[in-house]
Every structure is written in C-alpha cells, then in structure tokens.
C-alpha cells in the first residue's frame, strides 16, 4: 500500500519522540555523574571507592536486565505499555535519588538501589531502536539510526553540563521541611530529570503511534498495533534471520562498547600518573577533553549518514574498526623519558609546584589532603606503589590527544553501524527482543571495561593494557573479514531487494 501523507507525517512524528526517549534517558545517566563520589561520601561515610565502582555499574547492570524483558514486551503488546512503564521507574528512581540522605543508616544502599533502577528504566532503549527499525524503510535506516545515536550523544554531552549550571545552588541549598527535601547541587539534577522524564510520558501519550513499515516504506500491520491501520496488507515474512550474523554482531558490538568503556575509565589516572596533574586538573582537563569528543562525535554521526549511502556500512565498520585499532596503537609507550615518580616530587616538595589550577586556588581547599605538615601540596607523578613506573616510558600529551581525537572518530562510526547493520539483517519481524540482547551485550561491555582496565593498568601497566586491548580489536577485524559476506540486509538475503 502507497503511503499517505498523513501517514508519514504521522510515522515521523512518533521516531521524532523515539529521538527524545533516547535523548532523556542518557541525560539521567549522565547528568549525576560527575557528583556521585561527593554526594555518596556526604550521606555515607562508610562508603569507599570500590563501592562507588559498584554504583556506577549498577546502572548498566539495571540496563542490562531490563534491556530483553522491554524488548520482549514490545514484541507481543503495544509499545506505548514499556515505554510509559520504563519512564515512570525512571522518574520513580531519580525522586528516591533525592531522598537517600534521609534515612539513618545504610544510605549507600538506597542510592545503589537508586541508580540500579534508573538503570533498568533506561532498558527502553531496546524498544526505541526496535521501534525505529521497524518504521523506517531500508533507505531511511541509517539516517534514522544515526539521529538515535546523536540524540543519545548529546544526552550525555549535555548531562554534566546541566549538573554545572545546578552546582550555582551550592550543596546546602533550600530545604522544604514539609517534603523533607532538600534541594541542593546533588538533588536539584535528578528532580530535574525527574521532571523531563513526566514530560516524556505527556508526549507519549500525546502524540505516540504504532506504524511499521516494510524494506520498500510499504506500511503494513503490526503485530503490536492497537487496530490503527488495519487496512493495510500483512506483508509475508517468509525466510529464516541468519544467526550467525546475529551473534558476530553481538560481539562486535560488546567490543566496540568495551573498549570506549576503557577509555573513559582510564583517563583520569593515566593522565594523573603521566603528566603528574593533580585530581582537580585531571578532572577539569579530561572533562574538556571528554566533551570535544562528545562534539565531534554529534559532527560523525551526521557524516556518516551521507557517506554510508556511497561505500555501504560494511565498509564503513571495517574503517571505524582500523581507526579504533590506531587510536590504541598510538597510546603505546615507545619512547626513552620515565614518568615523573611520586615520591621524587615530595622529596622536591621545597620547591612549589605551581600547576595553573594551583595558583587559582590554596592547596587547602583541595579535597582530602592529608599530608605531613612540611608538605605543602598533593603528591602527583606516578605513584611508587605501582612497580612499572619505574621501568615503563611515559605516554607523551601529543599521543594522548591525537589518540583521543582517533578514537572519538572511530567509536561512533563503529556505533551506529553495528545497530543499522543489526537491524537491517534481523528484518521485518518485532525486533524487541533482538534489540534488547544488543543493548544488554553493552551493558555487559560497560560493566567488564572498567572492571579489567583498572586491574590490567595498576598491576602491570599501560603497555599491558594497551597492548591487549589492540588484541581484542584485531581479533573483533578478523571476526569482520570471517562474517562481511552476510552481514546483508533480510530483503536482499532473500532477493526482495536489490543492495
């Protein structure tokens, strides 16, 4: 059946809400996280780090669990039900987010709960992109698939930003006895959310329908539709998904998602063992750093689109894959200078170090310093306790930032490829549940990256780690080159289409 206009404006407005579900659920990830540790150590003193670890994990364990159980469900009913439900734990979460100083006791517990919750929330992004792939022609995937990941990018480039402007309130801000709430720079940003994620629901009901679309943009019925457009033929989905496709992008997927998770974990020591800046200046400067990559990402994903159109996305995984690879290759120690030791700097500590931050600020007011009192500032450099230091080269800035600059490149060309790719070779049926194990292997992938980084890196180096991570890339361009072949779309495997 030809579609009508009303029907495509219609098919549009709804992926337009899709966008805005992926935008709102990556900006409630990201816009705690850069106050978690000091909210957390506030509420909590018993807290230490490795309970942080733990933390910032449960969100992607959340995600991970829910992604199938959502994705399942929008197989079978309309996806309007998962996406309401997802949402409103979301909201239900970030509210007992703002309440976790309340109770007297085990409050760590209650913002793990907080944060796993607000994680299974974000399971919906299962359901958004099986959505998205099932109303949209094969043409019109890419370009759609790309704006998800946009969407989803500028969510967590904008997260952190938002959490800046609520830090103006300052940590004791008002409190409303009446709601035994207080509002303050750790509240204020998931009540926000909180707020955004209502809007979301208003709008799903608003505006939301179901629509699918076959290869060819032919609207046909749905499975979940709730009798809208029944007139419309049932299309014939004969033919097989071949899983073996399924499972190779399964795992370039959890690749790719593992080592960006490692990058972004590594960051801040490396840079703090390297250039012996101090956490204040490690956190400000890699969160400049993170955010340019967050941009030229936005700038890739709209890139891709018009060039995936002339060389195909096989083509374009392939090349994402290599700068990846480049990208670590370049991050690996090769030259003769040893990074400033620790210890050799507060033997020096008569000479003051004036890093530009420091000038800025005393040294007191430097969080958690407690030296000896003839020590006047952190101890920097790269730390004793870790017995490569002494023996590995340091990593130059240049390399840094030219490995930086690669791997937010690659990473987001890799990104929206594997889910086009994914989605055109699964085909016409509900691709709820295909979806949600793609979502859960990069959980999966966000949980493991930190968790091997931060063993590899302290026991035995950068060259270890990078080196390995090198490794896995090879072995996932092996994997491409074993798999290219069918790595086609459903329509074209069963020659409906030509490519």
Known sequence: VEESQAHYKSRW????????????????????????????????????????????????????????????????????????ISTAISVAANCLYAYVHVPHSHNKYYMLTARALVGFGAGNVAVVRSYIAGATSLTERTSAMANTSACQAVGFILGPVFQTCFTLIGEEGVTWKFLCLQLNMYTAPVLFGALLGVINIILIFAIFREHRVDDMGRQYKSVNSDGEGSDVVDQNTEGSIDHVAVVALNILFFVILFVFAV??????????????????????????????????????????????????????????????LVGFFILLPWGKKLPNIQWQEIKNSSIPRTAP?????????????????????????????????????????????????????GYPVCNVMSYTLYSKILGPKPQGV????????????????????????????????????????????????????RLIAFSVRYGRMQE
């Open 13 to 84: 407005r709804s992926i337009w809400i899709m966008y805005l579900t992926m935008f709102l659920s990556s900006v409630g990830f990201s816009i705690v996280i850069m106050s978690v540790w000091p909210y957390l150590q506030k509420i909590d003193p018993t807290a230490d780090a490795s309970f942080l670890g733990w933390i910032i994990a449960s969100y992607s364990i959340g995600q991970m669990v829910a992604s199938p159980l959502f994705g399942l469900w929008s197989n079978y009913r309309p996806r309007r039900e998962p996406l309401v």
């Open 263 to 324: 990058f972004e974990t590594i960051a801040t020591p490396l840079t703090m063992d390297m250039y012996s800046w101090t956490r204040k200046e490690a956190v400000f400067y890699n969160g400049i750093i993170l955010s340019m990559i967050g941009i030229e990402s936005v700038i890739v994903f709209m890139v891709v689109k018009t060039l995936s159109k002339k060389t195909g996305e096989r083509a374009i995984l392939h090349a994402g894959l290599l700068i990846v």
């Open 357 to 409: 931050s420091e000038m800025l600020a005393p040294f007191w007011s430097l969080p958690e310093l407690q030296l000896p009192s003839n020590h006047t500032a952190e101890p920097v450099g790269c730390p004793v306790t870790q017995s490569w230091c002494l023996n590995t080269p340091m990593i130059y800035l240049a390399q840094y930032i030219s490995s930086d600059v690669l791997i937010g490149l």
């Open 434 to 485: 295909y979806m949600g194990w793609l979502t859960a292997s990069g959980s999966g992938a966000r949980i493991l990256g930190p968790v091997f980084v931060s063993q590899i890196y302290t026991h035995l180096g950068p060259r270890w780690a990078f080196s390995l991570i090198c490794g896995v890339v090879v072995l996932s361009l092996l994997l491409l080159e074993i798999v290219y072949k």
